[in-house]
């Protein structure tokens, strides 16, 4: 069973920048894609970015594209998010989350938290104007 664990957040000013890694454990992770989502107070969890298990293309939300980069790691176990020129709306709980099998590269095409079983714990960002 995945285990999976985020860390990086922290707080920073407009137009900063700061990675978040998710660890990922209990299995291979070279098989699955993993993704991104983020959840502020009162507002539904949406999804940031993902990264498919087989190099291909990338999904990044609108309000992320041209800002965040995911990237992976396998021997390390671990997904990246580089975020730069953050902005106050950017102000959430990170939670990095795997699907329920294997070779399943298609949640990358717009993933939907249904289809991810595995869940971190999540990591605070805090962007102050």
């Known amino acids: 069973q995945l285990q999976l664990a985020e860390s990086g957040g922290g707080s920073v000013q407009a137009g900063g920048a700061l990675t978040l890694s998710c660890l990922v454990t209990?299995?291979?992770?070279?098989?699955?894609?993993i993704a991104w989502f983020r959840q502020a107070p009162g507002k539904e969890r949406e999804a940031v970015s993902c990264?498919?298990?087989?190099?291909?293309?990338?999904y990044y939300a609108d309000f992320v594209k041209g800002r965040f980069t995911i990237s992976r790691d396998n021997a390390a176990k671990t997904v990246y998010l580089q975020m730069n020129n953050l902005e106050p709306e950017d102000t959430a709980v990170y939670y990095c989350?795997?699907?329920?099998?294997?070779?399943?590269?298609?949640?990358?095409?717009?993933?939907?938290?249904?289809?991810?079983?595995?869940w971190g714990q999540g990591t605070q960002v805090t962007v102050s104007p």
């Open positions: 989350a795997a699907p329920h099998a294997t070779y399943t590269d298609y949640v990358c095409d717009g993933p939907t938290r249904p289809e991810f079983g595995s």
């Open positions: 209990g299995w291979i992770l070279d098989y699955y894609p």
């Open positions: 990264i498919r298990s087989v190099d291909g293309p990338k």
